[in-house]
Every structure is written in structure tokens, then in C-alpha cells.
């Protein structure tokens, strides 16, 4: 049997659960995002805040629960939640990366990666996500708001410059030990 490379469900979470996910987000303080260096250079252009809520973490464990009945995947139902917004008046983007940080020294690895579309495609242009070694999931699909994509964390990826508006995601990354 080949397993997928993702899993994704279209428009799962509704206008209500994707306005409360942004109004508990904003209420963070706002940063420039960074890269694993600390530096962001022009690989990376966003605004990102890291909040802190259980509901949220508990819609992306279910999520990576589900996909990982495909991947299976030692994880832990403990992540990292960040909220990122990409402004179309700053070209925002994150050009190609993958999510590991392979200069760790703590035994641990990001395992599987979780993202939430959280804006309705209408209100922002670019701003697409893109894998680069493998098979995108359909667009007009992924871009629907409330859409939940999961992936293992090692896989290149992108998100193309927004040109107008706004896009909003969280990501989250859940961990286990070091790849082998």
C-alpha cells in the first residue's frame, strides 16, 4: 500500500470556529516571523503570534490523530501553535522550507505539520500553498476557508506572495523523538 503524502479535508471547520480561532489569536502579541536561524532574510515575510489555547490544540490533535491513522507516525499530542497572517502590502510569503530543524540537540523532531486556512480565498490574492517534491492537494479545495491540511514536517513546501489582502493560517508542528 503507498501512503498518501498528506491528508487534507476541505472546509471542515465553519465561518464561526475559523472567527474564534482568529479572535483568540489576535489577542497575542504580533511578531516578525523568523526562520530556524532567527533570521528571516527574504526567505520569509510574515507576522506571526504563538497563542496559547486548548480548544485551538484540540482541533489540531484531532486532525493529526486522523491523518495519522495513515501516517503512523510516533507523535505527541503537544504542539507549538502558530498564528500567521501574510499582508498582501508587504509581498508577504515563505518561500520553500521544510519544518525540521535538524541542528536540534534534544531528541526531538517536528514529526508532522498541521496548517488551517482561516481566510475565505475572496479576500486575499496569491498566498497559495505549494509543495515542491510532491503532488499539491487540488486549490480551490485547499484555499476554502476552514480547510485542514497535515504532512509530515520534512516535506518542502511554500506559501507564494500574497499581492492584495490578507491570509490567515495557524500551523502547528507535533513532535516526537528524533527521525532515524
Known amino acids: ?6 491528508q ?3 472546509g ?6 475559523c472567527d474564534r480561532i482568529i479572535n ?7 511578531e516578525e516571523a523568523k526562520t530556524f536561524s532567527g533570521d528571516q532574510g527574504d526567505l ?39 498564528f500567521t497572517e501574510y499582508l498582501g502590502s508587504e509581498g508577504g510569503h515563505y518561500d ?3 519544518d525540521i ?3 536540534r540537540a534534544d531528541g526531538r523532531d517536528r ?34 476557508r476552514g480547510s485542514v491540511l497535515v504532512f509530515p514536517s520534512y516535506l518542502v513546501h511554500a506559501v507564494t506572495p500574497v499581492t492584495d489582502g490578507t491570509r490567515s493560517s495557524i500551523v502547528a508542528w507535533f513532535e516526537g523523538p528524533v527521525w532515524k
Not at 500500500?1 to 498528506?6: A, D, G, I, L, T
Not at 486548548?54 to 490533535?61: D, K, M, S, T, V
Open 12 to 17: 471542515v471547520l465553519s465561518d464561526e470556529q
Open 101 to 103: 530543524d535538524w541542528n
Open 1 to 6: 500500500m503507498v501512503r498518501p503524502n498528506w
Open 8 to 10: 487534507m479535508w476541505s
Open 24 to 30: 483568540v489569536c489576535q489577542k497575542y502579541p504580533v
Open 96 to 98: 520553500n522550507h521544510h
Open 111 to 144: 514529526k508532522l505539520s498541521i496548517t488551517i486556512q482561516l481566510t475565505c480565498p475572496r479576500k486575499y490574492t496569491g498566498g497559495e500553498f505549494r509543495f515542491t517534491e510532491v503532488e499539491n492537494p487540488p486549490l480551490d479545495a485547499l484555499k476554502k
Open 44 to 82: 520569509r515575510r510574515s507576522k506571526v503570534r504563538w497563542p496559547e489555547d486548548q480548544e485551538i490544540g484540540a482541533i489540531l490533535w484531532g486532525y493529526t490523530q486522523k491523518a495519522n491513522e495513515i501516517f503512523g507516525i510516533d507523535v505527541e499530542p503537544y504542539a507549538s501553535i502558530q
